[in-house]
C-alpha cells in the first residue's frame, strides 16, 4: 500500500504534473480504496508549493500562463460535474501560477477530468471491483502512452499490464526509463518508438531494389 501510494504520487505530481506519463488517473480496487485515499490525501496536503530554487519546496509554478488557466478550468470542470474534492482546487498565491496541490474522488470516466490530459497536479482516485473492469476502464481514453500496476499478486500483474493498452507499463513501480528500452505510445500518444533498437529504425534509410531476372528456357 505505502509503495503503491508513494510511487503514485510521484507519478502524478512530478514537475508539478506536467509530464507525458503523469499518472492522473489512479483506479483503486474498493477493499482499500479508503485507506489509499486517505494516505493519498495527506501526502498531497504535506506538499510544499512555492519557489522552485529553495531547497524546501516541493512543488513550484505551472510552465505558463496558458496552462495555469486550462487546469484551473478543468478543476474547475471537476467540481461542477459532482466529483468530491478532497484537497486543494485553487491557485496556491495571489501572485504568479502556482496551484494547490489537487485531489478528487468518486470520479466518474465520463467527466472532462478523467478523459482530458490535464498536465497539472492534478489526481484523480477512481474505485473499481474486478481487474477486468478495471482494464475497461483504464483503456477506456484516447491516450496510452504510460501506466502503472500495483499489486502483490504475479498473475493480476501480468494479466493487467498485458490488458492495458499503453506503450509504457510499469509494474510496482513508476517512471523509470533505460536507454534500451522502447519509449512510445498507442492512440493518440504516438506512432513509432524512441530508445531501444526500435528507436534505431527512426534514423535509418531502407532501399528496395527490385529487379526482373530472364528466365532460361528449360
Known amino acids: 500500500m505505502d509503495n503503491a501510494v508513494e510511487m503514485n504520487h510521484v507519478g502524478l505530481f512530478l514537475n508539478q504534473g506536467q509530464c507525458c506519463v503523469a499518472g492522473s488517473r489512479i483506479f483503486v480496487e474498493e477493499s482499500i480504496y479508503d485507506e489509499f485515499v486517505a494516505k493519498s490525501v495527506a501526502k498531497a496536503q504535506a506538499r510544499v508549493v512555492g519557489d522552485p530554487f529553495d531547497e524546501k519546496t516541493d512543488q513550484g509554478p505551472q510552465v505558463d500562463k496558458e496552462q495555469f488557466h486550462k487546469i484551473m478550468d478543468l478543476i474547475e470542470s471537476g467540481k461542477n460535474e459532482g466529483a468530491k474534492l ?16 489537487t485531489v478528487f474522488t468518486d470520479v466518474q470516466d465520463d467527466m472532462r477530468i478523467a478523459k482530458e490530459e490535464i498536465f497539472g497536479p492534478v489526481m484523480q482516485i477512481l474505485k473499481f471491483k474486478t481487474i477486468d473492469e478495471a482494464i475497461e476502464r483504464a483503456n477506456n481514453t484516447t491516450y496510452g502512452l504510460g501506466a502503472g500496476v500495483f499489486t502483490s499478486n504475479l498473475e493480476n500483474a501480468v494479466m493487467t499490464s498485458h490488458g492495458i493498452r499503453a506503450g509504457l507499463v510499469w509494474v510496482n513501480c513508476y517512471d ?3 536507454m534500451t528500452c522502447p519509449f512510445g505510445g498507442y492512440k493518440m500518444s504516438g506512432a513509432g518508438r524512441e530508445l531501444g533498437e526500435y528507436g534505431l529504425s527512426q534514423y535509418s534509410e531502407v532501399k528496395t531494389i527490385m529487379t526482373k531476372i530472364p528466365q532460361k528456357n528449360s
Not at 478532497?86 to 496541490?101: H, L, M, N, V
Open 176 to 178: 523509470i526509463i533505460d
Open 86 to 101: 478532497e484537497c486543494g482546487g485553487d491557485r496556491s498565491s495571489d501572485k504568479g501560477y502556482f496551484i494547490q496541490p
